[in-house]
C-alpha cells in the first residue's frame, strides 16, 4: 500500500516511507524526529491512538490513525487530539496524498499536533490531568 504511493509518479521523490516497529525507543525518537507524517494503529482490532501517536504529536508530526474504537468518554476529560482519521488503505492514500500536495494543511496539521501535546501531554499537563482525576 504505501510502496503504491512512492511508486506514485505526482509523488515520486516526495515521500519516502521508514518503518519504525521493532526497534528501539531511542531509534523510534531518531527516526521519527525527521517526519513530517506519522501512521499510528490501523489494526480494526485496535481502532485507537497510542503513545506512539502521542509523541509523534509532540515531534511535530501530522498523525494517521484509524481511531474509532476511542470510547467517547475519554473526550469528557480528554481532548480529542488532531489525529487524522483514516480508516483504511484507500483513506490513508488519500491523506497522504493530500498532505503531500497541500503544503499549508501540512502544517496547520503539524502545528496542531504540537499545540495539542504541549496542552495535554506535557509534564504539566499531565500532573494537572491526575490532580483534577483525583480531586486535588
Same mark, same amino acid.
Request: net charge negative; glycine share 8%.
Given at each position: ?24 525507543? @531511542?531509534?523510534?525518537? *531518531? ?8 501512521? &499510528? /494503529? !490501523? +489494526?480494526?482490532? %485496535? ?5 506512539s501517536g ?21 473526550? @469528557?476529560t480528554?481532548p *480529542? ?5 483514516v480508516?483504511?488503505? &484507500? /483513506? !490513508? +492514500?488519500?491523506? %497522504? ?40
Amino acid at each position: 500500500m504505501l510502496g503504491d504511493l512512492a511508486a506514485d509518479p505526482e509523488l515520486r521523490g516526495l515521500l519516502e516511507v521508514d518503518l519504525i516497529e521493532g526497534v528501539s525507543h @531511542a531509534e523510534c525518537l *531518531r527516526r521519527r524526529a525527521r517526519a513530517h507524517v506519522f501512521v &499510528d /494503529q !490501523l +489494526a480494526p482490532t %485496535i481502532g485507537g491512538w497510542g503513545q506512539s501517536g502521542i509523541e509523534a504529536m509532540a515531534q511535530g508530526c501530522a498523525v494517521l490513525c484509524d481511531y474509532h474504537r476511542v470510547d467517547s468518554a475519554v473526550y @469528557a476529560t480528554y481532548p *480529542r487530539p488532531p489525529i487524522l482519521q483514516v480508516d483504511d488503505g &484507500d /483513506q !490513508l +492514500a488519500s491523506a %497522504i496524498r493530500r498532505l503531500v500536495s497541500d503544503r499549508e494543511f501540512l502544517q496547520a496539521s503539524r502545528l496542531a499536533s504540537v499545540d495539542w501535546s504541549r496542552s495535554n501531554s506535557s509534564r504539566d499537563a499531565v500532573g494537572r490531568y491526575w490532580c483534577r482525576a483525583l480531586g486535588l
